[in-house]
């Protein structure tokens, strides 16, 4: 370690001014999309379905009324326009009940949809990703929930067996909150049968009005007891951020938080206390009206400057139509943040990854030899 004298502070990078100073002027020019893209990064909470593109969903669509003609499903195009992204608590869960689950039924579509969202977060500059999906059964084409998640992490496993693929990515299995009990009891079963199949964690999601979080004390032990990894969406509006059920979900031992919105001091505390990792989604949160105002309002600015893990997640870029590089471009022009920031925000994450020490050291060399 040596001292700069350039900026009279202790680098620990290098021993020279001149590395110093060369890291400086990169770190100095502006942070644009091709940065953002070519940036490496680290998704922690993405939901399978939710991350279909409309354009996929079309293909779809076009192939199943191919060998339909009659199919009484409407266009992706034309049920969910272009550009349309304000979907809020109201709109958002009938989209996935009442038409995105109906168009994707049968395992062509599944595993159509999958490949093209493991595409899609690649080519985005994504270098480990943590897909999260609810076990879905389809009686009308005979598929059981082990079966759905048999079928995608036959996916996923491919995808990383597949050496020319620069991202890996594993699995988490969400609890729905309109499930019961026993329906809990059964994901963190498919959790455990599958863990050596790529599934690294459980999640609680669905409809913040909907569900009393008591139900699932017992499954997300269980699941605890196991080893694995829980990850839970935390005051994401108001009615979900009681404090029964905040205290409820902390006494699950959360590895990491999603949203973390509605949150009071006494919360944030223990959250700092713990060191729990917080996933935040700047675009869905805003485009949701999930918090009140626009981007530079948004509680990541409170959130970077404490102590715990802040990562940066797109939640369902298939609806808000922002990607991962689209939100780093965010954070960087609403809270001013510069290339060697937007790197070191992305290089934290590997610190909250499910996966552990394996990834872990492949992502620190990714890192470690990337330059701003
Ligand atoms: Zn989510």
């Not at 969400?174 to 079963?189: F, H, M, Q, Y």
Request: charged share 20%.
């Amino acid at each position: 370690m040596s001292v700069c004298t350039l900026t009279r502070t202790r680098c620990c990078c290098c021993t020279a001014l001149e590395c110093c100073s060369t890291t400086m002027a990169a770190a100095s020019l502006s942070v644009d999309l091709d940065f953002t893209r070519r940036l490496p990064k680290i998704e922690l909470h993405a939901h399978l379905t939710g991350s279909i593109s409309r354009a996929c969903l079309h293909d779809i669509w076009m192939s199943q009324k191919r060998q339909q003609p009659d199919l009484a499903i409407e266009d992706p195009l034309v049920a969910i326009p272009s550009g349309k992204v304000d979907y809020d608590v109201q709109t958002f869960f009938p989209l996935f009940s009442s038409y995105i689950y109906k168009l994707c039924n049968d395992v062509a579509s599944i595993e159509f949809s999958t490949t093209a969202v493991l595409h899609e977060f690649q080519s985005d500059g994504v270098v480990y990703l943590e897909l999260r999906t609810t076990p879905r059964a389809i009686a009308e084409h005979n598929i059981s929930k082990d079966d759905y998640v048999r079928t995608v992490t036959h996916l996923l496993t491919a995808h990383n067996e597949d050496t020319s693929n620069t991202m890996r990515v594993f699995l988490i299995l969400s609890v729905d909150r309109r499930n019961t009990l026993a329906e809990a009891d059964e994901v963190i079963d498919l959790a455990i049968k599958y863990r050596s199949s790529g599934v690294v964690g459980v999640d609680l999601c669905g409809n913040p009005a909907k569900g009393d979080v008591r139900t699932f004390t017992t499954a997300f032990s269980r699941a605890k007891a196991v080893g694995l990894n829980i990850t839970v969406h935390f005051a994401e509006t108001a009615a979900s951020a009681t404090d029964q059920e905040l205290h409820t979900l902390l006494s699950w031992q959360p590895d990491r938080l999603g949203h973390v919105i509605h949150v009071k001091d006494e919360f944030r505390a223990m959250i700092e206390a713990r060191n729990i990792a917080v996933e935040l989604c700047l675009s869905c949160n805003v485009h949701a009206k999930l918090i009140t105002g626009t981007y530079s309002d948004h509680h990541f600015g409170m959130w970077r400057h404490s102590s715990v893990p802040v990562v940066l997640c797109t939640d369902d870029v298939g609806v808000f139509c922002s990607p991962l590089s689209a939100e780093y471009h965010l954070a960087a022009t609403n809270f001013d943040l510069d290339r060697r920031q937007l790197k070191q925000l992305a290089e934290r994450a590997i610190s909250c990854i499910f996966m552990g020490s394996t990834e872990g050291g492949r992502l620190r060399n990714i890192y470690s030899t990337w330059e701003v």
